[in-house]
């Protein structure tokens, strides 16, 4: 049980919702943004947050719309990982968020939630880098977009009180040619050793990864490495591994070395599969 | 304009196809309020931290743990628990085959599994694996588990 006591919100637009966040952060009531809750139930049990306010997003219709249009994806961000795989109308993204958590949890679990949540894999983040989507964003400022890339650079840059309306993907990127490569140390239903999203655009590669450093990343110096023709296979793999943004992580999923010498496999396979 | 919760509050949930009336605080999951508010006692509080699965419940024919999820999050919702499933095909092909050992991952098996099969009376071995995946047996009775789902197929499609 959560061993605190909270007010809970439900309100109906984004606007309401930041209204609402600015008053409660005003009367010192510690309000925090609520969508598929996964994460803030667990913290809020164990007492590792104690917000005095959830505000829950969820009722806001724009941020569960899925749908084309003009030439755009709009992907709401408060769509579950299950409808957002279900619907199908991004392979990519379908494929990279069906390997997070298990299929009940992905019925809560929001993309909005998994890129602004405290875990540091935000996987569903990787669909979004590779195609350089766009992101609405409300907060007490009004309404501002901007490049997912821009939004997410090792951290989330949001100010206070802003909330993730809805992401944008053009529709020409998305049915390229993709490759994604989960590696767990166990079962399936884990956290990633790491996670590769590839996609083939212009005859050139393009590769984002979560979990192999501290942050969630998509590097163009790693990315004119993977694409030098002018090197060997063999030469394109260290390349890329001297250019990555950070230090390998080590854990308790495994060592840097571990990830290391999976991570060259998997480069060598997504070259021999997806490269020239 | 939205809804607010604040304090002690009593609230109606509609559970297995009855109103209910509940006192509640908001920070009460779901799962403690089904137990602890309306005595039932199904949902099994198997790890609270959304792994085990044996809190399973549906919220709108959608399986979810209700360890994760607020009470005030299903108002105006269908709850379906254990208890609601009177006599389906997975119940008696739970029984027939062996579905169970100790029993306590049993009621969330049942729930979502009778989910799957509502949505995908076809399912896939690999859609009811991936399904299946949200729950654990630490009874590892696994094998008697995909027999009884491989049963209910046979008595629904009959």
């Not at chain 1, 749908?67 to 990519?92: C, F, M, T, W």
């Not at chain 2, 269908?78 to 085959?97: H, M, P, W, Y």
């Amino acid at each position: 049980m959560i061993p605190f006591d909270f007010d809970y919100y439900l309100p109906q637009t984004a606007e309401e919702a930041v209204t609402l966040f600015t008053r409660l952060e005003l009367d010192e009531k510690k309000p925090i943004y609520y969508a598929g809750g996964t994460e803030i139930i667990t913290f809020c049990r164990q007492q590792t947050i104690t917000p005095g306010a959830l505000i829950d997003l969820k009722n806001i219709p724009e941020t569960t719309v899925f749908e084309k249009v003009n030439d755009q994806l709009v992907i709401g961000a408060n769509l579950s990982l299950s409808r957002i795989a279900e619907e199908n109308h991004y392979p990519l993204l379908s494929v990279v968020v069906k390997k997070i958590a298990d299929r009940t949890v992905r019925n809560r679990l929001t993309i909005g939630g998994n890129i602004c949540g405290r875990l540091p894999y935000r996987e569903a983040l990787l669909p979004l880098l590779l195609t350089d989507a766009e992101v609405l964003l409300a907060g007490p400022e009004g309404r501002r977009t901007e490049q997912v890339a821009t939004l997410f650079d090792k951290k989330l840059k949001l100010a206070k009180g802003e909330l993730l309306v809805q992401f944008k993907v053009l529709e020409e990127k998305l049915n390229l040619p993709f490759q994604s490569k989960r590696r767990v140390k166990q079962g399936p239903v884990d956290y990633p050793l790491y996670h590769l999203a590839s996609i083939r655009e212009n005859e050139e590669l393009k590769l984002a990864i979560a979990g192999l450093c501290a942050f969630t990343f998509r590097n163009s110096v790693l990315e004119q490495a993977l694409n030098d023709r002018s090197l060997k296979r063999g030469e394109v793999i260290n390349a890329v591994i001297e250019k990555l943004p950070g230090d390998i992580r080590s854990d308790e999923r495994g060592s840097a070395a571990y990830r290391k010498t999976l991570f060259e496999k998997d480069l060598e396979q997504l070259l021999s599969e997806m490269g020239d | 304009m939205g809804t607010s919760y604040q304090g002690i509050i009593k609230v109606e949930l509609r559970v297995n196809g009855e109103k209910r009336q509940a006192v509640i605080r908001p920070a009460d999951t779901l799962l403690r309020v089904l137990r602890e508010k309306l005595g039932l006692t199904g949902a099994k509080p198997g790890c609270e931290n959304g792994d085990c699965g044996a809190c399973t419940v549906l919220l709108d024919a959608v399986p979810v743990k209700s360890c994760l999820v607020l009470a005030v999050e299903a108002l105006g919702k269908e709850i379906t628990t254990v208890e609601g499933l009177k006599d389906t095909a997975i119940q008696q092909a739970f029984l027939s085959e062996g579905g169970f050992q100790c029993g306590f991952c049993t009621s969330g098996f049942l729930v979502n599994a009778y989910a799957l099969l509502k949505k995908d009376p076809e399912a896939t071995d690999d859609t009811v694996r991936e399904w299946l995946q949200s729950n654990l047996c630490r009874c590892t009775g696994y094998e008697g588990i995909s027999k009884s789902i491989i049963k209910a197929k046979q008595l629904l499609s009959n």
